[in-house]
């Protein structure tokens, strides 16, 4: 007599899902990440805070042109578009900190002439027309509620934003068209210059991941961005020179952020 036995197929685990990327990180992460900027300022100091105050000499340069060419009027708006570029800006401390982590040669140059070249230049190009939009945009909203007034200086600027109606509404509309532009700006540009130094993927695959990084991770990049405009404020509201120290702890700190979502 012949017993039929069930022969089951050899159990094969279920396929281990490659991780693309962190995702959930804590909201009390960007702490973690400004005591690392911290640390790599620190080390061989002079290179970051040289950096730093090259970045605060070229923000003098440019608000002196400004003035100059009689363009007062889109000033302020040019500096909230200074943290639309500043990822940008920020490339040589991502170099830093990446070759000190590689322990690798580093130097002055190394910093003024990362790798990456053409994909940051067109990271860059994509973040500076944002910019270059928001300003133009900035100037459409006050014609729209002051006509073809002239600017009346910055005597009498707060005055007019927050003592007659058409300034109260200006400032609302103002804030949630550049919020818009601000929200998208930094989705793209918060990781994707780190990314390109690091993975030398092309430029539209690093914004496109660097939007993906920053929604998988809400709650941290949310903090971060707070953190960032926090920090920025402060060196503007210093007359920028506290840029010098300020912009290279971002610039290092958003090293740290990339690493941290980056994953395995």
Do not use: C
């Amino acid at each position: 007599m012949t017993q039929e036995i069930d022969v089951l197929p050899p159990h094969e685990p279920p396929l281990r899902r490659a991780v693309d990327h962190n995702r959930g990180l804590a909201a009390g992460a960007p702490l973690l990440w400004l005591a690392r900027g911290w640390r790599d300022l620190w080390t061989r100091p002079g290179l970051s805070l040289a950096y730093g105050l090259g970045v605060t000499v070229l923000s003098y340069g440019v608000i002196y042109a400004m003035v100059v060419l009689d363009w007062v009027q889109v000033l302020f708006p040019a500096l909230a578009g200074f943290l639309v570029v500043g990822p940008v800006l920020a490339t040589g401390l991502y170099e830093k900190s990446r070759r000190l982590a590689a322990g690798e040669k580093l130097s002055l140059r190394h910093m003024l002439l990362p790798r990456g070249g053409l994909h940051v230049f067109f990271v860059g190009a994509v973040l500076m027309t944002l910019m270059l939009v928001w300003m133009r945009a900035a100037i459409i909203i006050y014609a729209l509620f002051f006509g073809w007034r002239a600017f009346p200086g910055f005597d009498h600027v707060v005055s007019m934003l927050f003592t007659t109606t058409p300034g109260l509404f200006m400032l609302l509309v103002g804030t949630a068209v550049g919020g818009l532009f601000a929200a998208f700006s930094f989705a793209i540009g918060a990781f994707s210059v780190p990314m390109v130094l690091d993975r030398k993927v092309d430029a539209f695959s690093a914004m496109g991941l660097s939007l993906s990084y920053v929604a998988s991770n809400m709650p941290a990049t949310l903090v971060w961005a707070a953190l960032v405009v926090l920090l920025i404020l402060v060196g503007i509201a210093t007359g920028l020179v506290g840029l010098i120290l300020i912009f290279p702890l971002l610039g290092h700190a958003t090293w740290h952020a990339y690493m941290a979502v980056r994953g395995d």
